[in-house]
């Protein structure tokens, strides 16, 4: 079922799962036109999907849809890049993100289980589009709000003229930020817990292995209100999983969007904490790694799916096939589900996700932008339309007609923002830089033991 996507059990599941000079970002000008119209196209999907009254953005589209926090707070980064490629102007940018600051600012609060939009400074995973308010039970999302304060911040940080518009959208982003109760969450604990539901309490499943969820340690490391203590950080890391897998050696995680949420924001390039210094690489080149060797078992494609090779690629979570269809009776099609292969976790049922390419862009360039090109030449519109990319689309569906493939009706926001984010961390280093500004981030890095490259630098 879409709506309870990442439960716990899902959660739990994928817990358990510069020695090499990476390709520096930006300059591929052969690949421009497409480039430029995927940024653009992608873009759109934020610009044109929010509700224009209140800023929220939808889970998903054209499909009716609650609003998703991580894909507001995403939404809110892809305005900058709006206005840096000269989609919407600053104006416009600075309006729609005051309005959303407000609206998210104003919404009631509190332990209430229905009409209140979250409670301790942390919001529900998912939002009525229009009223703002609690979808059915979803949890109050931990990692969901880390997301959404990434885009905060990253408005605080780029919005820094006197005039009365960007002077509000800072204090607002101060507000809301250093109202999460992050100390809260941790519940006394070493590792923090990843929801809370006020019928029941906390989710027992905690933010432990490699994954997406280091965004969410170095918010909470850089509070100045609810910080977490130093400690938690090696807590965190005692849990990774480091081994070899598909030729590479890694952290390990196997959906690619926990290889790319975090670096929408940091800049991982030459900066290191106790972990990655006694492995001798960075997370940017843990990153790199991961997405070769998310290539490599596609190429291998051992399962033998239809289309899978080496510009057929990317497991990640993304939406699927279901039960939609006559299908292979040995294999279990699924819906929406975390997909991924590493040493430790492998969910694969052939369905490809273009954005595990487009998040990883920044990674690897030389095998993420031809695998890109070749897909939106391959399939044409029933993978790349109005928005760009569409979730994804799976080859090896038969259907009672004997038609074969399965391709999404729809574009997901969580998945949309890592391609428009990381492809302008390639072109221009845009987040990167704009985050390097936030006294936050920097404070939560340095809590953490991070050191060295541009964090040392005054």
Not at 27 to 48: H, N, R, V
Not at 107 to 116: I, N, T, Y
Not at 212 to 238: R, V
Not at 310 to 322: F, I, Q, R, S, Y
Request: charged content about 20%; some cysteine; proline content about 4%.
């Amino acid at each position: 079922m879409i709506l309870f996507r990442r439960t716990a059990a899902v959660w739990v599941l994928l817990a358990l799962c510069w020695a090499c000079v990476p390709k520096q970002p930006g300059g591929d000008t052969t690949a421009t036109p497409f480039l430029d119209s995927l940024s653009q196209q992608t873009f759109s999907f934020f610009w044109e999907t929010a509700n224009a009254e209140n800023g929220q953005l939808p889970d998903r589209w054209p499909s009716e849809s609650f609003s998703s926090i991580a894909a507001t707070g995403f939404g809110l980064s892809t305005y900058l890049v709006g206005v840096e490629r000269g989609y919407i102007t600053r104006v416009q940018a600075a309006e729609r993100t005051l309005r959303t600051l407000r609206f998210l600012r104003r919404l009631p609060k509190g332990e209430a289980a229905q009409g209140v939009a979250g409670h301790k400074g942390f919001f529900y995973h998912f939002l009525d589009m229009k009223t703002g308010l609690r979808f059915q039970q979803v949890e109050l999302s931990t990692i969901d709000t880390g997301l959404l304060m990434a885009g905060v911040l990253s408005a605080q940080a780029y919005f820094d003229g006197s005039d009365t518009t960007e002077t509000h959208i800072r204090a607002l982003a101060d507000t809301l930020y250093q109202a999460v109760e992050w100390d809260w969450a941790m519940q006394d604990k070493k590792v923090m817990s990843m929801g809370w539901h006020p019928e029941r309490g906390f989710i027992d499943a905690t933010w432990r292995g490699y994954n997406e969820g280091m965004i969410l340690y170095i918010l909470a490391m850089g509070s100045p209100t609810h910080t977490i203590p130093a400690e938690t950080w090696k807590a965190w890391t005692d849990t990774y999983q480091w081994t070899k897998y598909q030729g590479q050696e890694f952290v390990n995680f196997g959906p690619l969007f926990g290889h790319q949420y975090s670096h929408m924001y940091i800049d991982f390039r030459g900066i290191q904490d106790a972990y990655m210094r006694e492995k001798g690489i960075d997370y940017f080149e843990n990153s790199r790694r991961a997405t070769y060797a998310n290539r490599a078992y596609c190429v291998n494609n051992a399962a033998a799916f239809v289309g899978y090779d080496k510009n057929t690629w990317g497991l990640t979570a993304c939406d699927g096939p279901g039960n939609d269809g006559k299908q292979n009776p040995n294999v279990a099609f699924q819906g929406y589900n975390a997909r991924g292969a590493s040493q430790f976790y492998l969910q694969d049922d052939g369905t490809i996700a273009p954005t595990a390419a487009g998040g990883s862009l920044v990674f690897a360039p030389e095998i993420c932008i031809p695998a890109l090109k070749h897909m939106k030449r391959r399939f044409g519109a029933r993978v790349y339309d109005r928005y760009g990319f569409k979730d994804a689309f799976n080859l090896s569906i038969v259907y009672e007609n004997g038609a074969t493939g399965w391709f999404d009706k729809d574009y997901l926001g969580i998945d949309q923002g890592p391609i428009v984010l990381q492809l302008e961390n390639y072109r221009s280093e845009l987040l990167w830089k704009v985050m390097k500004k936030s006294p936050y981030i920097r404070a939560g890095l340095k809590k953490a033991g991070f050191s060295g490259g541009w964090l040392d630098e005054k």
